[in-house]
């Protein structure tokens, strides 16, 4: 495994470049969660389901069927 280290000011090591290629065995191996896919940005298929499902969830709502969440409970979620 070839890594490569980063060093602070003063020479001390405080962090670890590991080659993609390496990364994803790892990740594989330890069934870590492909990060590098949670930080690009929706798809426009995504933000299509996303609003759809938006809109089916307020023609529930309207009719009766489930109940949505206050904007107090979702700022409370965060």
């Known amino acids: 495994m070839t890594l490569q280290y980063t060093y602070d000011n003063k020479g001390r090591a405080v962090g670890v470049f590991i080659p ?34 938006g809109i089916e969830q307020a023609k529930l709502h309207q009719q009766g069927k489930i109940k949505l969440k206050t904007a107090q409970q979702l700022l409370n979620e965060l």
Not at 22 to 49: F, M
């Open 20 to 53: 993609i290629g390496e990364w994803k065995k790892i990740a594989k191996k330890y069934k870590v969660p492909d990060t590098i896919a949670d930080d690009l940005p929706p798809t426009k298929q995504e933000i299509l389901k996303s609003i759809k499902d």
